[in-house]
């Protein structure tokens, strides 16, 4: 049985097996003498006080109190009910009756009234939970790479497209498909799945970025950081750097990344020359995680000094060293020419290390990962997530940060906007310290986050069993439509046109 067909039939099981128990049905005759518990549900998932999209998939939870028979009622102010009577703790709302409410109901509320009764004894009634509904929709795809924690010894791994309206999951490239090797770091431009890249890692076909643009799909060989593609689709930026894996001693996660050189560079695409951009192509700084502003006209990116200069003495105390500030250069497409280097938020201001810098598409809001030190929060447990209001920065000639409200005290990293600006995912490890898994929060338009919720799944317990995890969830408007084999036939591809890199002699002329 292929795995596709073994995946529809696990999950038409699943759904048989779960749905058994479950009557739609008034409720019981006695539910108006319920005894009141005076407390909210305990829930799994953590589906109380949240904001949640018009378009997501049902909320299915998991009622944690004692019982043998559990009722449930969902209602807004506007449309019908939807009640659920069942002997399983596990509540599983039926989708279509759940998107009627929602739209129904869409910038108000839903609230959802849960009883339970242990044998025949009284029902117990529990505080009702209210959740907003949102009046903007989140984009209708998150993409994600899913991979065994123990990033070292990892074999299997893929990229995979999500529908959130629904449950429906579908891998869009897998590494069995081309000797087990690494894809990674997917980006797509604006949000559209018509336009994307994929770095690909491989010792048997050669590294290459994959690039997907108007249904075509091509391997350019060469070795790229991350990359950061320019709103208007004609140039990309890179990180240029050598990652090393380096462990410590004693904490949770012993593992960390430490990169020994970065410069960034930049290319067209069709001419695949790699250019240095001036200032920031020497080895006194590290440069990593560029990003562009939504117009085009600034890169930012994270830079610190580099404490590697002398490679006699490479050691996790100057690792520790290594703080990156924000920072940020200005480009005129039209006539090829970059702008001096300019710090938007220097370490010296805050004390953290900054990564992953993300803004939204209406160019308001830089979000970014804030770590003690380094540039590779996945793996560090104070990983909190900042964020700057980059117009009154702009208007004040001051950008400040602050602490966000969706942070845990677990790690939060990779984040996404979604193409309206009132949505982000990212990556969380708050449900356990082992494994990210993918978050939504709503995003006011003052800058304000709500209570994140993670991305609902059809069976309640579908985290519990998983021993993968998320990385890079991305918001995209639709899916990728580029079926798998093109993607596999151009990374296997022995005739493919390498990235022209500059003459390593070439100095950086900034420096003269």
Same mark, same amino acid.
């Given at each position: 049985?292929?795995?596709?067909?073994?995946?529809?039939?696990?999950?038409?099981?699943?759904?048989?097996?779960?749905?058994?128990?479950?009557?739609?049905?008034?409720?019981?005759?006695?539910?108006?003498?319920?005894?009141?518990? @005076?407390?909210?549900?305990?829930?799994?998932?953590?589906?109380?006080?949240?904001?949640?999209?018009?378009?997501?998939?049902?909320?299915?939870?998991?009622?944690?109190?004692?019982? !043998?028979?559990?009722?449930?009622?969902?209602?807004?102010?506007?449309?019908?009910?939807?009640?659920?009577?069942?002997?399983?703790?596990?509540?599983?709302?039926?989708?279509?009756? #759940?998107?009627?409410?929602?739209?129904?109901?869409?910038?108000?509320?839903?609230?959802?009234?849960?009883?339970?009764?242990?044998?025949?004894?009284? #029902?117990?009634?529990?505080?009702?939970?209210?959740?907003?509904?949102?009046?903007?929709?989140?984009?209708?795809?998150?993409?994600?790479?899913?991979?065994?924690?123990?990033?070292?010894?990892?074999?299997?791994?893929?990229?995979?497209?999500?529908?959130?309206?629904? *449950?429906?999951?579908?891998?869009?490239?897998?590494?069995?498909?081309?000797?087990?090797?690494?894809?990674?770091?997917?980006?797509?431009?604006?949000?559209?799945?018509?336009?994307?890249?994929?770095?690909?890692?491989?010792?048997?076909?050669?590294?290459?970025?994959?690039?997907?643009?108007?249904?075509?799909?091509?391997?350019?060989?060469?070795?790229?950081?991350?990359?950061? #593609?320019?709103?208007?689709?004609?140039?990309?930026?890179?990180?240029?750097?050598?990652?090393?894996?380096?462990?410590?001693?004693?904490?949770?996660?012993?593992?960390?990344?430490?990169?020994?050189?970065?410069?960034?560079?930049? *290319?067209?695409?069709?001419?695949?020359?790699?250019?240095?951009?001036?200032?920031?192509?020497?080895?006194?700084?590290?440069?990593? *995680?560029?990003?562009?502003?939504?117009?085009?006209?600034?890169?930012?990116?994270?830079?610190?000094? @580099?404490?590697?200069?002398?490679?006699?003495?490479?050691?996790?105390?100057?690792?520790?060293?290594?703080?990156?500030?924000?920072?940020?250069?200005?480009?005129?497409?039209?006539?090829?020419?970059?702008?001096?280097?300019?710090?938007?938020?220097?370490?010296?201001? !805050?004390?953290?290390?900054?990564?992953?810098?993300?803004?939204?598409?209406?160019?308001?809001?830089?979000?970014?990962?804030?770590?003690?030190?380094?540039?590779?929060?996945?793996?560090?447990?104070?990983?909190?997530?900042?964020?700057?209001?980059?117009?009154?920065?702009?208007?004040?000639?001051?950008?400040?940060?602050?602490?966000?409200?969706?942070?845990?005290?677990?790690?939060?990293?990779?984040?996404?906007?979604?193409?309206?600006?009132?949505?982000?995912?990212?990556?969380?490890?708050?449900?356990?310290?082992?494994?990210?898994?993918?978050?939504?929060?709503?995003?006011?338009?003052?800058?304000?986050?709500?209570?994140?919720?993670?991305?609902?799944?059809?069976?309640?317990?579908?985290?519990?069993?998983?021993?993968?995890?998320?990385?890079?969830?991305?918001?995209?408007?639709?899916?990728?439509?580029?079926?798998? #084999?093109?993607?596999?036939?151009?990374?296997?591809?022995?005739?493919?046109?390498?990235?022209?890199?500059?003459?390593?002699?070439?100095?950086?002329?900034?420096?003269?």
């Amino acid at each position: 049985m292929k795995a596709g067909l073994q995946s529809k039939f696990a999950h038409t099981l699943l759904a048989i097996m779960l749905a058994s128990s479950i009557e739609l049905r008034a409720g019981p005759a006695n539910l108006e003498g319920a005894v009141p518990a @005076n407390q909210s549900p305990r829930i799994k998932p953590d589906y109380q006080g949240v904001t949640i999209p018009p378009n997501i998939a049902p909320l299915n939870f998991a009622i944690e109190e004692a019982g !043998t028979s559990f009722f449930v009622r969902l209602h807004g102010k506007a449309g019908e009910p939807v009640e659920i009577s069942t002997h399983n703790s596990k509540i599983l709302i039926p989708e279509k009756a #759940w998107h009627q409410l929602l739209s129904l109901n869409r910038g108000g509320s839903i609230e959802i009234d849960v009883y339970a009764q242990a044998g025949n004894a009284e #029902w117990k009634r529990y505080t009702t939970i209210t959740n907003s509904i949102a009046a903007e929709e989140i984009d209708p795809v998150m993409i994600y790479r899913k991979i065994h924690p123990a990033h070292s010894t990892w074999s299997s791994m893929g990229l995979y497209q999500r529908e959130l309206a629904s *449950f429906n999951e579908k891998p869009f490239l897998e590494n069995n498909r081309f000797a087990n090797d690494c894809c990674h770091c997917h980006l797509l431009r604006n949000n559209d799945p018509n336009t994307a890249t994929v770095v690909i890692r491989s010792s048997h076909y050669q590294n290459s970025l994959l690039v997907i643009s108007n249904g075509v799909a091509e391997a350019i060989k060469g070795s790229v950081g991350f990359i950061a #593609w320019h709103p208007t689709g004609q140039v990309m930026a890179s990180s240029f750097s050598k990652p090393r894996l380096m462990l410590h001693s004693a904490r949770n996660d012993m593992r960390d990344i430490a990169e020994l050189e970065g410069w960034l560079g930049y *290319f067209v695409l069709g001419t695949d020359v790699v250019k240095k951009i001036p200032g920031l192509s020497d080895n006194a700084r590290l440069r990593t *995680f560029p990003f562009w502003a939504p117009d085009g006209r600034y890169l930012y990116f994270c830079s610190a000094p @580099n404490p590697w200069t002398n490679m006699t003495t490479i050691t996790a105390t100057s690792h520790t060293l290594s703080k990156y500030d924000l920072m940020r250069v200005s480009y005129d497409l039209e006539h090829d020419q970059w702008g001096e280097p300019e710090l938007v938020l220097p370490v010296s201001a !805050t004390g953290f290390s900054v990564a992953q810098p993300r803004i939204s598409p209406d160019g308001r809001w830089i979000f970014f990962c804030a770590i003690p030190y380094g540039c590779w929060p996945t793996y560090d447990s104070s990983s909190d997530i900042y964020g700057i209001d980059l117009v009154a920065g702009q208007a004040s000639g001051k950008f400040t940060a602050r602490k966000l409200e969706l942070n845990s005290s677990e790690c939060e990293s990779w984040l996404s906007w979604s193409s309206n600006s009132r949505w982000v995912v990212f990556s969380s490890k708050r449900v356990s310290p082992l494994f990210n898994r993918p978050h939504i929060s709503y995003v006011s338009p003052n800058g304000q986050c709500s209570k994140p919720f993670i991305l609902p799944q059809e069976d309640p317990d579908f985290y519990d069993s998983l021993l993968k995890t998320f990385t890079i969830p991305t918001l995209a408007k639709g899916p990728i439509s580029v079926p798998e #084999w093109k993607l596999v036939d151009a990374i296997k591809h022995s005739e493919r046109r390498p990235l022209k890199m500059p003459m390593a002699q070439v100095s950086d002329p900034a420096q003269h």
